[in-house]
């Protein structure tokens, strides 16, 4: 996976780690996270200077807030020899979902283009007496026994836009960038009262691209509608996957430089390995709506 990035991706996105370990989190910061940060906060100082309070003409925004998140998790790892069973990871293992925060940035490099940023992480953990048997990785979990579930889920977004359309009420543009999902996923056993006499673990890592549309329509100069579609498929033997990602949203600027809002996203990811060392399938979807602050420049 880390050696070969010819085949658009997927081949990277799904792989079995052999120290379950590896600090994936940290990773994906120096990847994307940290010098996206870094090329942002450069632009501030000149930002200042912009008309505060326009979504239209402001040089930097960054929002955070709370995330109402529900996810949807399916997955199947299968072994060497057999196929794995296909688990989901809120009906057979009893993982909850989590509110998590989300924090978007961008910055206008020139009057029609942008730099925007998308970061948040989303954990569940779970506990059940299983009543079917799992085969997840190579690793038999029987009926009847108790398995506690983990999963950790990291969505890194960095993109480029550049505005085609624009008015004194309104912008359009065309996005392209690139989604990095980092997934762990991990199942644990207790036999004869001895816990993790039986454990297994799987890792999802890598970016995949996406193009898609972004808008902005300005209402007055108190109110604007936000919204972004972005869609990428790919299918290349041995590999096929997709990831849609859409989001709208309203704002409030009760300032010159900080609003509030409310909005829903929606994010779907989907990709399947038929390789002669690694066969598996991952769905992820998370969505939900989030209400969150803002600050312009």
Known sequence: ????????TAA???????????NRSSTVRRRF????????LSALAPALHAEAGNPLNDRFSFSIGGFLLDTDTKIRVDGQAINGSEVDAGRDLGLQDADRVRIDAYWRMTPRQKLRLMYFDTSAEGRRVLDQEIDFNGQVFPVNIEV????????????YE?????????????TFGIHNLGFDMSLSGTVNGMSGAIQSSASADGPLPVLGLHGVWRINDKFYLDGGLQFFKISVSPYDGSVTDFNVSGVWQFTDH????????????KLEVDGDRFNGEMTWKYGGARIFLTASF
């Open 12 to 22: 990277a996105l799904f792989h079995c780690p052999a120290n379950p370990a590896t």
């Open 1 to 8: 996976m880390k050696n070969n990035l010819t085949n658009m």
């Open 258 to 269: 900080f609003g509030v809002g409310a909005g829903w996203n929606q994010f779907r990811t």
């Open 33 to 40: 996270l940290l010098p996206a940060a870094a090329v942002l």
């Open 148 to 159: 506690r579930g983990k999963i950790e889920t990291t969505v890194t977004s960095l993109s």
């Open 162 to 174: 550049f505005d085609f359309l624009q008015s004194d009420t309104y912008e359009l543009g065309g």
